[in-house]
């Protein structure tokens, strides 16, 4: 059955891309823009009666909800609700303004909250949706300029997963997508805002926020066409990921940022540190073991305020060598996890569709427990697969607990 899509900020780049590969699809789009006419050129190419434009600025709550309730009365329902409206602004955080920052997260944060409290009612009651924000890879990391613009990104993330463990019984679902690098108006100088230099001598000696960033415009990896039709295939997924990093930019970039939560050193500071250690032994432990890896993994889980278990994970990140080896591991490997009650929360798919070539995986796996995990990591069906894996990548798994709130 075609799909109802629901997209902010089409009259360029990612937004565009979702759309056009949307109605490729054969799916209705409701297209949401400030510029009607820049949309409009932006979508010359797909436009037909599966297409309906309708002007709005995500920073209107009221423009946000009228949009919605346009778009119920004209294709009946809403699927898909891509919130991809954005701008960034770039500066050392000392030298932006209070109002600079405001106005980054009305767009960038606050604009999503408009549309996720739109739609939830009408996907709540439809028994099914699925809202699609995207974030960034500086929503998952932090880089240098990005304050402001990496705090919405980290917000939504969060939104998203909190959210979404109470609305997942009525069906809807939410997925962040962390992209990475794409050539898109993002840092064309209409668009982006950068932060000027406001005399603090400290920073005089630094490259600006302008010279460091603007070099990218237009020769960024990622195709915003193929991103956009990654995206339409995880919104075609019974099970979507809660994260789908995009591209191999990103992928890099996230999983040394996960991969230093998880550093065991940290974990040995969190384990002395005398207030834990007021908690007792088993309560430090945890926090211990799962402070860091929560942060970054405690994705799902109904499980998580049910069962005082903490889950267990395995997060792979190879390169991979040999696309047909990895891909005889995959077959092997991929229908095992459900068989020891463990399932794929985060692979990044995207790595075919958005990068034209595999070359890096991403995949994070919950198990109900740690012993899961390492029931599942040692058992003889997933050695066996193992084999495959070991000769056509190279990279690190790691087996690791997540973290449950201490009773109280
Ligand atoms: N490109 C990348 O490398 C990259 C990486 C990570 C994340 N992202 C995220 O991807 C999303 C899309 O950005 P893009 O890269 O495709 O850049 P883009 O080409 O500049 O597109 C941004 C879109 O957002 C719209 N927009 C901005 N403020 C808006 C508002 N207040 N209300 C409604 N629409 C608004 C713009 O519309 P107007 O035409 O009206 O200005 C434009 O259509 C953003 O959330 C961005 O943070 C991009």
Redesign the pocket.
Known sequence: MSKVWFI??????????VARAALKAGDKVIA????LD??RH?LRDVADENLAFVK????SEAQVNTAVEDAVARFGRIDVAV??????LLGNFEEQTLPQIEAQF???FY?VVHVVRAVLPVMRKQRSGHIIN??????VIGLKHCGA?SAT?FAIEGLAFSVGIEVEPFGVKFTT????????????S???RYVPSSGIEDYAGDATSEATWSSYHGV?P?D?DKLGAAVVTVAAMENPPKIFVAGTD?IAMIASGIEGRLNPDRRTDLSDHPQLKTKGPDTMKKIAFGAAAAIALTLTTTAYAQDSRPPGYMIANYTIKDQAGYNKYMEEAGPLAPKFGGKIIVFNLNATAVEGEPKKVMAIAEFPSLADAQRFYNSPEYTAARKFRVASTEGSVIITEGFVPPKQ
Request: charged share 15%.
């Open positions: 902010t900020g089409v009259s360029s780049g990612i937004g565009a891309g949401t823009s400030r510029n820049k949309a932006a709005l600025d995500v920073t919130n991809n409206a954005g701008y960034c009305a767009t960038n604009g995207i974030g960034a890879a500086a929503g613009y990104k997508v962390e992209p990475g690098a794409f050539r898109t108006d993002l840092l064309d209409q668009n982006v960024q990622g915003p990103a």
